[in-house]
């Protein structure tokens, strides 16, 4: 369970401030996942502007 950023992202920030268990940091250009915090919450999918957040919930990684 987590999320990956897609080539969307425009780096607004938005998914920093919704991310509840800190998942999210801030990167080179886009937001970084530690996969082991994401609860899989999806509030980040909600908040982000650009639709550039993609759950990876059920997909093999
Ligand atoms: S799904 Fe929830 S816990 Fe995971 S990165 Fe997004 S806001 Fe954070
Ligand atoms: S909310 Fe979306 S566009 Fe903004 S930093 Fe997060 S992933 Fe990027």
Redesign the pocket.
């Known amino acids: 369970m987590t999320v990956e950023?897609g080539r969307g992202?425009?780096?607004?920030?938005?998914?920093?401030l919704t991310c509840g268990p800190r998942a999210l940091s801030a990167g080179p250009r886009?937001?970084l996942v530690d996969d082991s915090r994401c609860t899989d919450c999806l509030a980040?999918v909600e908040?982000?502007?650009?639709d550039?957040?993609v759950p990876l919930a059920g997909v093999q990684r």
């Open positions: 950023i992202c425009t780096a607004c920030g938005a998914c920093l886009r937001p980040c908040v982000c502007p650009a550039a957040v």
